[in-house]
């Protein structure tokens, strides 16, 4: 028997799963992970996680890994970052986020420049981070996205480029990223990069007290102003501020006191 006998009785498995049989399922996943099926021995590991038999996960997930399975590679790497079945090791991380990257995998390449940015389980290199968040935002790594748009936005470690970095931010939300969402509502200058959406007001510019202060300000001050230079321009200024912010107290305070 061979892969190929692997591989029929994987996807029997497969059926019996969906059909309810869980017992004849798992007899043939396991037969099939024996057998050196590298997707079964992934799958069997899954199994053992949802039983938290972690130490059998582990077990089934390096065979399969070892036979560079990249999803296997990736959990792997996660066994040895969270400690699950294992002692924290992150060497082994690096290692297995790595070749699971190298492979392909964008929730890895993800995980590698993270392990690049913190220097975990190698030295920091944030070249090579920059790399690995660009080739997992090109592969759809919506968390890849987030923080690249970070670091384009403020130019850190590569030429800043707002548009771009904006640009990122809302890929990354429309594929669901929180986070993303979350910056997207407190960034001043992103809504006017979503549709249906308006530009954010800083709080004080929604006084209409201040504004109302404003105007009185400038009629009273207009008069000393433009007859005969009674008043410079530089002090009738400052005389609509300070009427402008009087009128914004007197808001605040209606706010306060009032409500």
């Not at 498995?13 to 099926?37: F, P």
């Not at 935002?137 to 850190?156: E, F, M, P, Q």
């Not at 990122?168 to 979350?182: N, P, S, Y």
């Amino acid at each position: 028997m061979g892969n190929r006998d692997a591989a029929i009785m994987r996807e029997k498995a497969a059926r019996y799963l969906k059909e309810g049989n869980y017992d004849e399922a798992l007899s043939l996943m396991q037969q099939a992970a024996e057998l050196g099926d590298a997707e079964a021995q992934h799958e069997l590991a899954d199994v053992f996680r949802a039983e938290n038999d972690l130490a059998a996960a582990l077990e089934w997930e390096k065979k399969a890994a070892e036979q560079g399975y990249p999803k296997a590679q990736y959990n792997l790497a996660i066994h040895y970052r969270n400690g699950l079945g294992t002692s924290v090791d992150s060497g082994q991380q690096f290692i297995w986020c790595q070749k699971a990257a190298e492979n392909g995998f964008a929730d890895a390449m993800h995980g590698l420049a993270v392990c690049y940015l913190h220097g975990t389980g190698t030295s920091k290199n944030f070249e090579k981070a920059i790399h690995w968040l660009e080739q997992a935002s090109n592969a759809g790594n919506a968390g890849a996205k987030t923080r690249l748009a970070g670091a384009y936005y403020d130019g850190i470690g590569v030429p800043a480029d707002k548009e771009k970095g904006l640009s990122l931010l809302c890929e990354a939300a429309a594929l669901g990223d929180e986070k993303a969402i979350t910056l997207l509502r407190e960034h001043e200058e992103a809504p006017g990069h979503l549709e249906g959406q308006r530009m954010k007001m800083p709080k004080i510019l929604k006084n209409k007290h201040m504004w109302i202060g404003a105007v009185i300000g400038a009629f009273l001050f207009s008069v000393p102003y433009l007859d005969g230079g009674r008043m410079t321009f530089g002090q009738f200024l400052t005389g609509v501020i300070i009427s402008a912010l009087i009128g914004y107290g007197y808001g605040v305070w209606k706010k306060i006191f009032r409500s």
